[in-house]
Nanobody, 120 residues
């Protein structure tokens, strides 16, 4: 299993920006997909964005014009640049990483989450 640590959350005013980071560590042989999900109070966790090992990306439609996902394979990190934030973006954001470990076992790991609050 990979251990994931997210950072970069916080309080931001509407229209502002934040950049989330997620660092993966552990017995990781290869990382396939890296992604972000979020969960707002009283709602189910939802997909935000994903980036594959070759760099191809996919976003939830409502976010693709404002959010950008990227990754640094050498550092085993994934980022989420969030622009023009809205109050409805308020949620706990979770990093998700899928890959295989040193023993060729697949893993699907989640971070502990980082709070993003958009409010004036």
């Amino acid at each position: 299993q990979a251990q994931l640590v997210e950072s970069g959350g916080g309080l931001v005013q509407p229209g502002g920006s934040l950049r989330l980071s997620c660092a993966a560590s552990g017995s990781i042989l290869r990382i396939h997909a890296m992604g972000w999900f979020r969960q707002a109070p009283g709602k189910e966790r939802e997909f935000v964005a994903i980036i594959s090992s070759n760099g191809s990306t996919n976003y939830q439609d409502s976010m693709k014009d404002r959010f950008t996902i990227s990754r640094d394979n050498a550092k085993k990190m994934v980022y989420l640049q969030m622009n023009t934030l809205k109050p409805e973006d308020t949620a706990v954001y979770y990093c998700n990483v899928r890959g295989i470990d040193y023993w060729y076992r697949p893993f699907d790991s989640w971070g502990q989450g980082t709070q993003v609050t958009v409010s004036s």
